[in-house]
Protein backbone atom coordinates (compact mmCIF):
# COMPACT_ATOMS: atom_id res chain seq x y z
CA UNK A 1 0.00 0.00 0.00
CA UNK A 2 1.21 2.98 -1.37
CA UNK A 3 1.60 6.53 1.13
CA UNK A 4 -0.62 9.49 0.78
CA UNK A 5 0.77 12.35 -0.19
CA UNK A 6 -0.03 14.28 2.68
CA UNK A 7 1.93 11.60 5.16
CA UNK A 8 4.94 10.90 2.05
CA UNK A 9 5.48 14.84 2.76
CA UNK A 10 5.12 14.85 6.73
CA UNK A 11 7.69 11.84 6.55
CA UNK A 12 10.14 14.16 4.86
CA UNK A 13 9.69 16.84 6.58
CA UNK A 14 10.41 15.19 9.47
CA UNK A 15 13.33 13.59 7.56
CA UNK A 16 14.51 16.94 6.76
CA UNK A 17 14.54 18.32 10.35
CA UNK A 18 16.31 15.25 11.94
CA UNK A 19 19.41 15.95 8.89
CA UNK A 20 19.55 19.50 10.08
CA UNK A 21 19.67 18.73 13.53
CA UNK A 22 22.58 16.01 12.34
CA UNK A 23 24.13 17.79 10.28
CA UNK A 24 24.04 21.27 11.53
CA UNK A 25 23.56 21.19 15.50
CA UNK A 26 26.37 18.90 16.30
CA UNK A 27 29.20 21.35 14.39
CA UNK A 28 27.20 24.65 16.61
CA UNK A 29 27.67 22.40 19.79
CA UNK A 30 31.29 21.96 18.72
CA UNK A 31 31.91 25.48 18.19
CA UNK A 32 30.34 26.55 21.30
CA UNK A 33 32.01 23.69 23.06
CA UNK A 34 36.01 24.25 21.71
CA UNK A 35 35.29 27.75 22.33
CA UNK A 36 34.30 26.87 26.03
CA UNK A 37 37.98 24.84 26.13
CA UNK A 38 40.04 27.86 24.53
CA UNK A 39 38.77 30.20 27.21
CA UNK A 40 39.60 28.10 29.88
CA UNK A 41 43.14 27.27 28.65
CA UNK A 42 43.23 30.93 28.08
CA UNK A 43 42.19 31.71 31.48
CA UNK A 44 44.58 29.44 33.23
CA UNK A 45 47.40 30.02 31.03
CA UNK A 46 46.81 34.14 32.17
CA UNK A 47 46.12 34.89 28.46
CA UNK A 48 43.78 37.71 28.75
CA UNK A 49 44.21 39.12 25.86
CA UNK A 50 41.95 36.89 24.03
CA UNK A 51 39.24 36.81 25.98
CA UNK A 52 36.95 39.49 24.15
CA UNK A 53 37.54 38.19 20.97
CA UNK A 54 36.77 34.43 22.33
CA UNK A 55 33.46 35.60 23.71
CA UNK A 56 32.40 37.24 20.82
CA UNK A 57 32.87 34.12 19.01
CA UNK A 58 31.29 31.72 21.81
CA UNK A 59 28.36 34.54 21.52
CA UNK A 60 28.14 33.96 17.77
CA UNK A 61 28.20 29.90 18.20
CA UNK A 62 25.17 30.66 20.78
CA UNK A 63 23.48 32.94 18.36
CA UNK A 64 23.59 29.99 15.59
CA UNK A 65 22.62 27.64 18.27
CA UNK A 66 19.16 29.74 19.28
CA UNK A 67 18.33 30.14 15.76
CA UNK A 68 18.78 26.14 14.73
CA UNK A 69 16.69 25.93 17.87
CA UNK A 70 14.00 28.10 16.41
CA UNK A 71 14.08 26.50 12.98
CA UNK A 72 13.91 22.78 14.23
CA UNK A 73 11.04 23.91 17.25
CA UNK A 74 9.05 24.98 13.77
CA UNK A 75 6.70 21.54 13.92
CA UNK A 76 3.86 22.29 10.86
CA UNK A 77 5.11 21.45 7.59
CA UNK A 78 7.29 23.66 4.99
CA UNK A 79 4.95 24.94 2.26
CA UNK A 80 7.75 26.61 0.31
CA UNK A 81 11.01 24.60 0.56
CA UNK A 82 12.80 27.34 -2.16
CA UNK A 83 11.64 29.99 0.29
CA UNK A 84 12.86 27.92 3.32
CA UNK A 85 15.79 27.13 2.09
CA UNK A 86 16.93 30.83 1.06
CA UNK A 87 15.87 32.21 4.37
CA UNK A 88 17.60 29.55 6.33
CA UNK A 89 20.91 29.68 4.32
CA UNK A 90 21.09 33.70 4.87
CA UNK A 91 20.47 32.89 8.36
CA UNK A 92 23.15 30.93 9.19
CA UNK A 93 25.71 32.66 7.34
CA UNK A 94 25.45 35.65 9.85
CA UNK A 95 27.04 33.91 13.03
CA UNK A 96 29.12 31.63 10.84
CA UNK A 97 31.18 34.43 9.45
CA UNK A 98 31.84 36.07 12.43
CA UNK A 99 32.50 32.63 13.69
CA UNK A 100 35.09 32.35 11.17
CA UNK A 101 36.52 36.28 11.02
CA UNK A 102 37.21 36.23 14.88
CA UNK A 103 38.75 32.78 15.08
CA UNK A 104 41.13 33.41 12.46
CA UNK A 105 42.35 36.35 13.89
CA UNK A 106 43.13 34.66 17.57
CA UNK A 107 44.61 31.91 15.57
CA UNK A 108 46.62 34.35 13.89
CA UNK A 109 47.60 36.17 16.79
CA UNK A 110 48.08 32.84 19.02
CA UNK A 111 50.70 31.61 16.00
CA UNK A 112 52.40 35.22 16.54
CA UNK A 113 52.47 35.31 19.81
CA UNK A 114 53.72 31.13 20.29
CA UNK A 115 50.94 30.48 22.31
CA UNK A 116 50.64 27.17 20.44
CA UNK A 117 48.30 25.18 23.31
CA UNK A 118 45.69 26.96 22.31
CA UNK A 119 46.24 26.77 17.99
CA UNK A 120 44.81 22.73 17.83
CA UNK A 121 41.28 23.61 19.23
CA UNK A 122 40.72 27.10 17.55
CA UNK A 123 41.35 24.84 14.46
CA UNK A 124 38.60 22.73 15.63
CA UNK A 125 36.36 24.97 15.54
CA UNK A 126 37.38 26.83 12.64
CA UNK A 127 36.61 23.33 10.85
CA UNK A 128 33.56 22.98 12.40
CA UNK A 129 32.19 26.36 10.93
CA UNK A 130 33.90 25.60 7.46
CA UNK A 131 31.64 22.26 7.66
CA UNK A 132 28.94 24.65 8.33
CA UNK A 133 29.48 26.80 5.46
CA UNK A 134 29.90 23.44 2.90
CA UNK A 135 26.54 21.96 4.66
CA UNK A 136 24.40 25.75 4.19
CA UNK A 137 25.60 25.30 0.50
CA UNK A 138 23.59 21.60 0.09
CA UNK A 139 21.05 23.24 1.29
CA UNK A 140 20.52 24.85 -1.90
CA UNK A 141 20.57 22.08 -3.70
CA UNK A 142 17.84 20.30 -1.65
CA UNK A 143 15.07 19.15 -3.77
CA UNK A 144 13.49 16.64 -1.63
CA UNK A 145 15.77 13.73 -3.13
CA UNK A 146 18.64 13.21 -1.04
CA UNK A 147 21.53 15.81 -1.85
CA UNK A 148 24.27 13.93 -0.19
CA UNK A 149 26.59 16.00 2.17
CA UNK A 150 29.97 14.86 2.83
CA UNK A 151 30.26 12.53 5.30
CA UNK A 152 27.79 10.37 2.79
CA UNK A 153 24.48 10.56 4.54
CA UNK A 154 21.47 11.48 2.94
CA UNK A 155 17.65 13.65 4.28
CA UNK A 156 16.85 10.28 2.55
CA UNK A 157 18.92 8.37 4.72
CA UNK A 158 17.70 10.27 8.32
CA UNK A 159 14.36 9.47 7.07
CA UNK A 160 15.55 5.40 6.17
CA UNK A 161 16.76 5.01 9.40
CA UNK A 162 13.17 6.74 11.35
CA UNK A 163 11.51 3.87 9.29
CA UNK A 164 13.75 0.82 10.07
CA UNK A 165 13.39 2.18 13.98
CA UNK A 166 9.04 2.23 13.09
CA UNK A 167 9.66 -1.13 11.65
CA UNK A 168 12.44 -3.26 14.01
CA UNK A 169 12.34 -5.07 17.19
CA UNK A 170 14.26 -4.37 20.20
CA UNK A 171 16.78 -7.41 20.90
CA UNK A 172 16.98 -7.91 24.33
CA UNK A 173 26.83 16.83 44.86
CA UNK A 174 28.97 13.35 43.46
CA UNK A 175 32.22 12.41 43.30
CA UNK A 176 33.64 11.80 39.68
CA UNK A 177 33.96 8.39 38.18
CA UNK A 178 36.36 7.71 35.93
CA UNK A 179 35.38 5.33 33.39
CA UNK A 180 36.47 3.95 29.82
CA UNK A 181 34.35 5.37 27.44
CA UNK A 182 33.77 4.88 23.90
CA UNK A 183 32.64 7.64 21.56
CA UNK A 184 31.13 6.19 18.32
CA UNK A 185 29.74 9.30 15.95
CA UNK A 186 30.44 9.47 12.13
CA UNK A 187 30.80 13.10 12.95
CA UNK A 188 34.16 14.14 13.42
CA UNK A 189 33.51 17.66 15.38
CA UNK A 190 30.99 15.65 17.77
CA UNK A 191 33.97 13.11 17.89
CA UNK A 192 36.78 15.20 19.19
CA UNK A 193 34.16 17.54 21.23
CA UNK A 194 33.18 14.56 23.03
CA UNK A 195 36.66 13.21 23.66
CA UNK A 196 37.89 16.78 24.96
CA UNK A 197 35.18 17.30 27.77
CA UNK A 198 35.23 13.60 28.68
CA UNK A 199 38.74 13.29 29.07
CA UNK A 200 39.00 16.26 30.71
CA UNK A 201 36.79 15.28 33.30
CA UNK A 202 39.61 12.32 34.03
CA UNK A 203 37.72 9.63 31.55
CA UNK A 204 40.03 7.44 29.00
CA UNK A 205 38.06 8.15 25.93
CA UNK A 206 38.00 6.15 22.94
CA UNK A 207 36.62 6.90 19.70
CA UNK A 208 35.23 5.18 16.28
CA UNK A 209 33.91 6.68 13.51
CA UNK A 210 31.51 3.73 12.21
CA UNK A 211 29.31 1.01 13.79
CA UNK A 212 32.32 -1.43 12.02
CA UNK A 213 35.07 0.42 13.85
CA UNK A 214 33.33 0.59 17.28
CA UNK A 215 32.19 -3.52 17.23
CA UNK A 216 36.30 -3.99 16.35
CA UNK A 217 37.36 -2.11 19.25
CA UNK A 218 34.77 -3.51 21.43
CA UNK A 219 35.97 -7.21 20.91
CA UNK A 220 39.84 -6.17 21.23
CA UNK A 221 39.18 -4.13 24.63
CA UNK A 222 36.52 -3.69 27.53
CA UNK A 223 34.67 -0.46 27.89
CA UNK A 224 32.85 0.78 30.78
CA UNK A 225 30.47 2.83 28.56
CA UNK A 226 29.28 3.86 25.06
CA UNK A 227 28.01 6.65 24.43
CA UNK A 228 26.77 5.99 20.57
CA UNK A 229 25.18 8.01 17.55
CA UNK A 230 21.93 6.82 15.77
CA UNK A 231 22.74 8.34 12.56
CA UNK A 232 25.66 6.68 10.77
CA UNK A 233 26.11 5.64 7.18
CA UNK A 234 26.42 1.73 6.59
CA UNK A 235 25.94 0.70 9.86
CA UNK A 236 23.29 2.64 12.06
CA UNK A 237 23.47 3.22 16.03
CA UNK A 238 20.19 1.01 16.40
CA UNK A 239 22.07 -1.91 14.71
CA UNK A 240 25.00 -1.58 16.52
CA UNK A 241 23.08 -1.92 19.93
CA UNK A 242 21.31 -4.17 18.95
CA UNK A 243 24.53 -6.39 17.98
CA UNK A 244 25.99 -5.67 21.49
CA UNK A 245 23.27 -6.51 23.36
CA UNK A 246 22.75 -10.33 21.67
CA UNK A 247 26.64 -10.81 22.43
CA UNK A 248 26.74 -11.71 26.39
CA UNK A 249 30.25 -10.58 26.31
CA UNK A 250 29.05 -6.66 25.49
CA UNK A 251 25.44 -6.93 26.58
CA UNK A 252 26.25 -5.32 30.23
CA UNK A 253 27.96 -2.63 28.85
CA UNK A 254 25.83 0.33 29.20
CA UNK A 255 24.94 2.53 26.09
CA UNK A 256 23.68 5.71 25.72
CA UNK A 257 22.43 6.74 22.21
CA UNK A 258 23.27 10.06 21.18
CA UNK A 259 20.98 11.50 18.28
CA UNK A 260 19.23 13.94 16.60
CA UNK A 261 16.36 12.33 16.40
CA UNK A 262 13.92 13.56 18.75
CA UNK A 263 10.83 11.38 18.28
CA UNK A 264 9.29 9.74 21.23
CA UNK A 265 9.36 6.49 19.16
CA UNK A 266 13.00 6.25 18.33
CA UNK A 267 13.89 6.93 21.96
CA UNK A 268 11.47 3.75 23.12
CA UNK A 269 12.86 1.90 20.95
CA UNK A 270 16.30 2.14 21.74
CA UNK A 271 15.76 1.87 25.50
CA UNK A 272 13.22 -1.41 24.80
CA UNK A 273 16.62 -2.09 22.69
CA UNK A 274 19.20 -2.13 25.97
CA UNK A 275 20.29 1.65 25.81
CA UNK A 276 20.59 2.92 29.54
CA UNK A 277 20.15 6.45 28.14
CA UNK A 278 19.32 8.63 25.26
CA UNK A 279 20.66 11.96 24.92
CA UNK A 280 19.39 14.06 20.96
CA UNK A 281 21.34 16.80 20.46
CA UNK A 282 22.28 19.26 21.24
CA UNK A 283 23.04 18.36 25.10
CA UNK A 284 24.30 20.29 27.62
CA UNK A 285 27.82 19.51 28.80
CA UNK A 286 26.43 19.73 32.81
CA UNK A 287 23.39 17.24 31.56
CA UNK A 288 25.79 15.04 29.53
CA UNK A 289 28.44 14.77 32.40
CA UNK A 290 25.41 13.49 35.20
CA UNK A 291 24.00 10.72 32.41
CA UNK A 292 27.64 9.40 32.23
CA UNK A 293 28.31 9.60 36.03
CA UNK A 294 24.82 8.07 36.55
CA UNK A 295 25.40 5.21 34.13
CA UNK A 296 29.03 4.48 35.49
CA UNK A 297 27.82 4.51 38.99
CA UNK A 298 25.47 1.76 38.17
CA UNK A 299 27.93 -0.65 35.93
CA UNK A 300 29.78 0.06 39.11
CA UNK A 301 27.26 -1.24 41.48
CA UNK A 302 26.52 -3.86 39.06
CA UNK A 303 30.22 -5.21 38.63
CA UNK A 304 30.54 -4.88 42.58
CA UNK A 305 27.20 -7.34 42.78
CA UNK A 306 28.60 -9.39 40.48
CA UNK A 307 31.89 -10.01 42.13
CA UNK A 308 30.34 -10.20 45.24
CA UNK A 309 28.11 -13.04 43.98
CA UNK A 310 31.16 -14.82 42.80
CA UNK A 311 32.75 -14.24 46.14
CA UNK A 312 29.86 -15.68 47.98
CA UNK A 313 29.50 -18.63 45.06
CA UNK A 314 33.30 -19.25 45.66
CA UNK A 315 32.81 -19.26 49.18
CA UNK A 316 29.46 -21.97 49.29
CA UNK A 317 31.87 -24.12 47.20
CA UNK A 318 34.95 -23.96 49.88
CA UNK A 319 32.54 -24.62 52.78
CA UNK A 320 30.94 -27.90 50.54
CA UNK A 321 34.40 -28.78 50.02
CA UNK A 322 35.44 -28.47 53.92
CA UNK A 323 31.53 -30.78 54.58
CA UNK A 324 32.50 -33.00 51.82
CA UNK A 325 36.03 -33.54 53.65
CA UNK A 326 33.78 -34.36 56.54
CA UNK A 327 31.07 -36.11 55.42
CA UNK A 328 29.24 -38.26 52.66
CA UNK A 329 28.10 -36.30 49.72
CA UNK A 330 24.16 -37.66 50.33
CA UNK A 331 24.14 -36.23 53.59
CA UNK A 332 25.95 -33.12 52.79
CA UNK A 333 22.81 -32.73 50.07
CA UNK A 334 20.62 -33.42 52.91
CA UNK A 335 22.11 -31.07 55.34
CA UNK A 336 21.87 -28.37 52.87
CA UNK A 337 18.08 -29.33 52.21
CA UNK A 338 17.24 -28.72 55.60
CA UNK A 339 17.56 -31.57 57.07
CA UNK A 340 17.85 -30.59 60.92
CA UNK A 341 19.28 -34.09 61.78
CA UNK A 342 20.43 -37.22 60.17
CA UNK A 343 19.74 -40.42 61.54
CA UNK A 344 19.75 -43.96 59.22
CA UNK A 345 19.42 -47.43 59.86
CA UNK A 346 20.99 -49.21 57.43
CA UNK A 347 19.58 -52.69 57.12
CA UNK A 348 22.69 -54.41 55.56
CA UNK A 349 26.68 -52.88 55.24
CA UNK A 350 30.26 -53.82 55.02
CA UNK A 351 32.30 -52.26 57.51
CA UNK A 352 36.19 -52.26 57.49
CA UNK A 353 38.85 -51.33 60.24
CA UNK A 354 42.28 -51.60 59.85
CA UNK A 355 45.24 -50.86 62.38
CA UNK A 356 48.88 -50.45 61.91
CA UNK A 357 50.69 -52.94 64.07
CA UNK A 358 53.55 -51.85 65.88
CA UNK A 359 53.18 -48.29 65.25
CA UNK A 360 53.51 -46.85 68.51
CA UNK A 361 56.91 -48.02 69.53
CA UNK A 362 57.96 -47.20 66.10
CA UNK A 363 56.93 -43.83 66.36
CA UNK A 364 58.27 -43.56 69.33
CA UNK A 365 61.66 -42.94 67.98
CA UNK A 366 60.44 -40.18 65.70
CA UNK A 367 59.61 -36.26 66.01
CA UNK A 368 56.03 -35.31 65.58
CA UNK A 369 56.69 -34.15 62.40
CA UNK A 370 57.76 -37.49 60.93
CA UNK A 371 54.88 -39.11 62.79
CA UNK A 372 52.31 -36.99 61.10
CA UNK A 373 54.44 -37.42 57.98
CA UNK A 374 54.64 -41.35 57.87
CA UNK A 375 50.51 -41.41 58.97
CA UNK A 376 49.52 -38.68 56.31
CA UNK A 377 51.21 -40.78 52.89
CA UNK A 378 49.72 -44.07 54.76
CA UNK A 379 46.08 -42.70 55.27
CA UNK A 380 46.37 -40.80 52.07
CA UNK A 381 47.21 -43.58 50.27
CA UNK A 382 44.22 -45.27 51.92
CA UNK A 383 41.97 -42.26 50.93
CA UNK A 384 42.46 -42.71 47.47
CA UNK A 385 41.83 -46.70 47.32
CA UNK A 386 39.01 -45.89 48.87
CA UNK A 387 37.33 -43.34 46.49
CA UNK A 388 38.40 -45.20 44.04
CA UNK A 389 36.28 -48.55 45.20
CA UNK A 390 33.20 -46.07 46.32
CA UNK A 391 33.21 -46.72 49.94
CA UNK A 392 33.22 -44.34 52.38
CA UNK A 393 36.13 -43.28 55.02
CA UNK A 394 34.38 -42.83 58.32
CA UNK A 395 37.54 -41.90 60.19
CA UNK A 396 40.75 -42.27 61.50
CA UNK A 397 41.42 -43.07 65.51
CA UNK A 398 45.05 -42.75 66.42
CA UNK A 399 46.77 -45.80 63.69
CA UNK A 400 43.56 -47.16 63.20
CA UNK A 401 41.27 -46.97 59.52
CA UNK A 402 37.96 -47.07 59.47
CA UNK A 403 35.73 -47.63 55.97
CA UNK A 404 32.52 -48.53 55.69
CA UNK A 405 30.87 -49.73 52.51
CA UNK A 406 26.94 -49.36 51.57
CA UNK A 407 27.08 -46.52 53.56
CA UNK A 408 25.18 -44.19 53.59
CA UNK A 409 24.42 -44.74 49.79
CA UNK A 410 23.19 -49.09 49.54
CA UNK A 411 24.48 -51.29 47.36
CA UNK A 412 23.82 -54.92 46.81
CA UNK A 413 27.81 -55.73 46.55
CA UNK A 414 29.16 -54.18 49.64
CA UNK A 415 30.74 -57.35 50.97
CA UNK A 416 32.71 -57.58 47.57
CA UNK A 417 33.65 -54.04 47.56
CA UNK A 418 35.04 -54.57 50.90
CA UNK A 419 37.20 -57.37 50.38
CA UNK A 420 38.59 -55.92 47.33
CA UNK A 421 39.48 -52.72 49.44
CA UNK A 422 40.79 -54.97 51.89
CA UNK A 423 43.40 -56.30 49.68
CA UNK A 424 44.50 -53.89 48.25
CA UNK A 425 45.14 -51.83 50.92
CA UNK A 426 47.09 -54.20 52.11
CA UNK A 427 49.06 -54.11 49.48
CA UNK A 428 49.35 -50.18 49.04
CA UNK A 429 50.43 -50.21 52.94
CA UNK A 430 53.22 -53.10 52.35
CA UNK A 431 55.28 -51.24 49.67
CA UNK A 432 54.76 -48.03 51.84
CA UNK A 433 56.67 -50.22 54.43
CA UNK A 434 59.34 -51.91 52.26
CA UNK A 435 60.08 -48.20 51.19
CA UNK A 436 60.70 -47.11 54.60
CA UNK A 437 61.71 -50.05 55.86
CA UNK A 438 59.93 -49.92 58.92
CA UNK A 439 59.06 -52.78 61.48
CA UNK A 440 55.58 -52.21 60.63
CA UNK A 441 52.41 -53.85 59.56
CA UNK A 442 48.82 -53.62 58.74
CA UNK A 443 45.60 -55.95 59.94
CA UNK A 444 42.63 -55.32 58.64
CA UNK A 445 39.14 -56.72 59.96
CA UNK A 446 35.49 -57.02 58.14
CA UNK A 447 32.09 -57.66 59.26
CA UNK A 448 28.43 -57.44 56.84
CA UNK A 449 25.21 -56.52 59.16
CA UNK A 450 23.14 -53.75 59.85
CA UNK A 451 24.55 -50.53 61.53
CA UNK A 452 22.78 -47.43 62.70
CA UNK A 453 24.64 -44.11 61.03
CA UNK A 454 24.15 -40.27 61.48
CA UNK A 455 25.40 -36.57 62.07
CA UNK A 456 26.56 -35.83 65.96
CA UNK A 457 27.83 -33.01 67.10
CA UNK A 458 26.97 -29.39 66.74
CA UNK A 459 30.29 -27.18 66.11
CA UNK A 460 32.54 -29.98 65.61
CA UNK A 461 30.10 -32.26 64.08
CA UNK A 462 31.02 -36.10 62.77
CA UNK A 463 29.44 -38.37 60.54
CA UNK A 464 29.73 -42.24 62.17
CA UNK A 465 28.57 -45.24 62.60
CA UNK A 466 27.00 -47.85 65.59
CA UNK A 467 25.94 -50.96 66.29
CA UNK A 468 27.32 -54.46 66.93
CA UNK A 469 28.35 -55.22 63.12
CA UNK A 470 30.47 -52.40 64.13
CA UNK A 471 31.72 -53.89 67.11
CA UNK A 472 32.39 -57.06 65.57
CA UNK A 473 34.29 -55.46 62.55
CA UNK A 474 36.72 -53.87 65.41
CA UNK A 475 37.13 -57.17 67.10
CA UNK A 476 37.42 -59.16 63.61
CA UNK A 477 40.68 -56.49 63.30
CA UNK A 478 41.85 -56.67 66.78
CA UNK A 479 42.02 -61.00 67.11
CA UNK A 480 43.32 -60.67 63.20
CA UNK A 481 47.12 -61.03 62.20
CA UNK A 482 49.70 -58.71 60.92
CA UNK A 483 49.67 -58.89 57.31
CA UNK A 484 45.95 -60.74 57.36
CA UNK A 485 42.64 -59.80 56.36
CA UNK A 486 40.25 -61.47 59.09
CA UNK A 487 36.57 -62.06 58.18
CA UNK A 488 33.50 -62.96 59.83
CA UNK A 489 31.69 -66.17 58.89
CA UNK A 490 28.94 -63.83 57.55
CA UNK A 491 31.63 -62.61 54.75
CA UNK A 492 32.44 -65.76 54.09
CA UNK A 493 29.07 -67.13 53.35
CA UNK A 494 28.28 -63.84 51.45
CA UNK A 495 30.91 -63.97 49.41
CA UNK A 496 31.43 -67.49 48.51
CA UNK A 497 32.74 -68.87 45.23
CA UNK A 498 33.94 -65.04 44.69
CA UNK A 499 37.06 -65.25 46.84
CA UNK A 500 39.36 -67.57 48.75
CA UNK A 501 39.00 -68.10 52.50
CA UNK A 502 41.17 -70.06 54.53
CA UNK A 503 39.00 -71.25 58.17
CA UNK A 504 40.31 -69.92 60.72
CA UNK A 505 38.31 -71.73 63.11
CA UNK A 506 36.60 -70.68 66.25
CA UNK A 507 37.59 -67.35 67.96
CA UNK A 508 36.21 -66.28 71.60
CA UNK A 509 34.87 -62.73 70.56
CA UNK A 510 33.95 -60.00 73.23
CA UNK A 511 30.37 -59.59 73.33
CA UNK A 512 29.55 -62.03 70.65
CA UNK A 513 30.74 -65.44 72.05
CA UNK A 514 32.43 -67.98 69.99
CA UNK A 515 32.61 -67.38 66.29
CA UNK A 516 33.94 -69.25 63.06
CA UNK A 517 35.89 -66.85 61.31
CA UNK A 518 38.16 -67.06 58.20
CA UNK A 519 40.88 -65.29 56.11
CA UNK A 520 40.70 -63.56 53.06
CA UNK A 521 43.58 -64.80 50.68
CA UNK A 522 44.38 -62.96 47.75
Not at 61 to 67: H, P, R
Not at 239 to 251: F, G, I, M, N, Y
Not at 292 to 318: G, V, W, Y
Request: proline content about 4%.
Amino acid sequence: MSASPDSEASRLHNALRAHLRQEFVAPAAAIIGFADIVIEDAEQAGLTGYRADLDRIRSAGLSLQALLDEVLRHGGEIADIDAYRTKLRHDLRTPINAVKGYGEMVMEDARDMGHESLVPDLEKLLAAADGMLERIDTLVAFSGEAALDRTGTSFADASRVLDALRESQPATAHQTIAGQILVIDDNESNRDLLARQLARDGHAVTSAASGTEGLALIAAQGFDLILLDVLMPEMSGYEVLSKLKRDPQTADIPVIMISALDEMESIVRCIEAGAVDYLPKPFAPALLRARIRSSLENKLLRDRERAMMQEIRLAKERNEALLLSILPRAVVDRINGGAAMVADHIPEATIVFADIVNFTPFSGQMSPSEVVSVLNRIFSAFDRLVEQHGAEKIKTIGDGYMVAVGIPEPCDDHAAIAARLSLVMLDAFDAIRREMDAPIALRIGVHTGPAIAGVIGERKFAYDIWGTTVNIASRMESHGAPGHVHVSKAVADRLAGQFRFVPRGAVEVKGAGLMETFWLEA
